[in-house]
């Protein structure tokens, strides 16, 4: 049997173990981040949800944010919602700071009050057939760059997307029963290993 592999979960804030608990079921060994250090042993890192501005704070303060963006510039990594906000190359509404290690322009909370929080069935490139999607104050890819792969959209927008060793997604995988998208992503780490 080869050696699971050890994938991060950024975990100062937001929707963290549920993650965790997806990438175990599906054989990962997940690993809970809170310090820059435990980057080390890592094969992929998944930013998860949360609120993107109190990400920033916390990385700020805990002089993590240097470290982990020389991570996400080189391993593999998978954002959702405010992770994907935080590996983009512009962000708007407001505009802030990020990674920039995925050539996307992302407007923050742009679905308006009433879809804050919704359920979808997407159209999608990965096998199996729609995608069940869970939108919370979700933010919209306004724009891709032309090395960045679409595998799902909601009304003509991107909402999963890839650029080489990052994975982006604008809805919550890890809070639908469908798994085909967290079986991805460890299909990217194990290519990469
Ligand atoms: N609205 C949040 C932000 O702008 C993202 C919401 C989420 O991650 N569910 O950062």
């Known amino acids: 049997m080869p050696e699971p592999p050890h994938i991060g979960v950024l975990a100062l804030q937001g929707a963290f173990d549920v993650h965790a608990k997806r ?18 042993e890592l094969d992929g890192l998944v930013l998860p949800g949360g609120e993107s501005s109190t990400f920033l704070w916390h990385l700020e303060l805990a002089g993590f944010y240097d470290v982990l963006k020389a991570f996400v510039q080189s391993k593999p990594t998978f954002g959702t919602c405010a992770g994907t906000i935080l590996l983009a190359s512009e962000v708007l509404n407001p505009a802030q700071k990020s ?14 009050r009433q879809n804050d929080s919704v359920i979808l069935q997407e159209e999608t490139s990965l096998p199996g057939g729609p995608l069940e999607t869970v939108y919370i104050r979700a933010p919209r890819i306004a724009r891709t760059g032309a090395g960045v792969v679409t595998l799902a959209t909601r009304d003509g927008s ?10 982006a997604a604008t809805f919550h995988p890890e809070l639908s ?4 998208v967290h079986e991805y992503f460890l299909e990217m780490v194990r290519a990469s290993r």
Request: hydrophobic letters at 40%.
């Open 158 to 167: 991107p909402t999963l997307v890839r650029q080489g060793h990052v994975l």
């Open 99 to 112: 990674f920039a290690v995925l050539d996307i322009t992302v407007e923050r909370n742009a679905y308006g």
């Open 177 to 180: 029963e469908d798994r085909r």
């Open 23 to 40: 990438l175990t079921e599906l054989g990962a060994k997940a690993h809970l981040i809170r310090k820059p250090d435990e980057l080390k």
